[in-house]
């Protein structure tokens, strides 16, 4: 079985440039997750949906971040313009079903912000 | 105050020796206990869960929940060189969708 994936795996962009993330979950998954995690801390859930619809991003920067999954499969996560702070990695994770217990991650992409 | 502490480490033991790895956590509504572990440039994998109070064990790995002291551990048996990542431990309520609150992970490694 084919586990999430993302690209690029890395990136590099200058503070108040534009970035987009992609990701593919496990084929099947009706939960798509993004996840902020900044070095030495846990992830932190930025949006979650179930299909393509959005069942929580209280914790995204409205202001700057944006996320859609098209035909609920395949997401995108946009951040413009960026701010070093946003230097992270970004983790997708999928799951079957919004109550499961188990979340599958991906490799995730490393952002920084110069 | 965080909603799960966990100190970050690193810990660094000797092969074979057993290691313990805590959280705390201050919400007593989570009902689920979660521990992943993180390899370096990886994303995290689910090693195991409990559902309230109790232990847990799978092979080398035991869970255990203290929810009258809000503390969850992780024992890790016969620790191996393989074992070095960062262990996130991770919690969420019931009934509501799978929003995880991770701790802030801690790193270990297991030396020859």
């Known amino acids: 079985e084919a586990g999430v994936a993302q690209s690029p795996r890395y990136k590099i962009i200058e503070k108040r440039q534009s970035v987009a993330f992609w990701c593919n979950p496990i084929?099947?998954?009706?939960?798509l997750y993004w996840y902020q995690q900044i070095l030495g801390q846990g992830p932190k859930l930025l949006i979650q949906?179930?299909?393509?619809?959005?069942?929580?991003d209280s914790q995204l920067p409205k202001d700057r971040f944006s996320a859609e999954r098209l035909k609920g499969v395949d997401s995108t996560l946009k951040i413009q313009p960026a701010k070093l702070e946003d230097s992270a990695v970004y983790l997708c994770?999928?799951?079957?079903?919004?109550?499961?217990?188990?979340?599958?991650f991906g490799q995730g992409t490393r952002l920084t912000v110069v | 105050q965080k909603e799960v502490e966990q100190d970050p480490g690193p810990l660094s033991v000797p092969e074979g020796a057993i290691v313990s790895l805590n959280c705390t956590y201050s919400n007593s509504a989570f009902q689920y206990f979660m521990w992943y572990r993180q390899y370096s440039r990886k994303g995290p994998e689910l090693l195991m869960y409990t559902y309230s109070s109790g232990n847990k064990e799978d092979g080398r790995f035991t869970a255990q929940v203290d929810k009258s002291s809000k503390y969850i551990s992780l024992f890790i048996r016969d620790s191996q060189p393989s074992d070095s990542a960062t262990y996130l431990c991770?919690?969420?309520?019931?009934?509501?969708?799978?929003?995880?609150?991770f701790g802030t992970g801690t790193r270990l490694q297991v030396t020859l």
């Open positions: 991770a919690m969420r309520y019931t009934g509501t969708a799978s929003k995880l609150t």
């Open positions: 994770a999928s799951s079957l079903r919004t109550t499961d217990t188990e979340a599958f």
């Open positions: 084929s099947g998954h009706a939960t």
């Open positions: 949906f179930q299909n393509n619809g959005v069942v929580d």
